[in-house]
């Protein structure tokens, strides 16, 4: 298992931007295959939001978030990022990084085995 530490969240006027980072602190961080954000917002499922695969950088998006959010990683750190501009109000929700140790299925949460314990994104219309 990997330990994953978000951090980077907060409140935000729409339009704003924020980075969040999530920093694979230890465990088998060599093992990690894939990374990625969801998002969970009040009484909502937890939704996929962005991935990358680490060995090369190739990244995905939820189509809700494309050309607003850019994800990437710095190996060297073992650490990923959100950057997210142009944010909108219903972009708020717990932003939660996750982890995953093989190919196959990324945009689904049952893919992932090791979890952040989520950061608070909030955007004020």
């Known amino acids: 298992q990997v330990q994953l530490v978000e951090s980077g969240g907060g409140l935000v006027q729409a339009g704003g931007s924020l980075r969040l980072s999530c920093a694979a602190a230890?465990?088998?961080?060599?093992?990690?295959?894939?990374m990625a954000w969801f998002r969970q917002a009040p009484g909502k499922e937890r939704e996929f939001v962005a991935t990358i695969r680490w060995s090369d950088g190739v990244t995905d998006y939820a189509d809700s978030v494309k050309g607003r959010f850019t994800i990437s990683r710095d190996s060297a750190q073992n650490t990923m990022y959100l950057q997210m501009t142009t944010l909108k109000p219903e972009d708020t929700a717990v932003y939660y990084c996750?982890?995953?140790?093989?190919?196959?299925?990324?945009?689904?949460?049952?893919?992932?085995?090791?979890w952040g314990q989520g950061t608070q994104v909030t955007v004020s219309s």
């Open positions: 230890s465990g088998r961080t060599f093992s990690v295959y894939r």
């Open positions: 996750a982890a995953k140790g093989n190919s196959g299925l990324f945009t689904v949460e049952r893919a992932y085995r090791d």
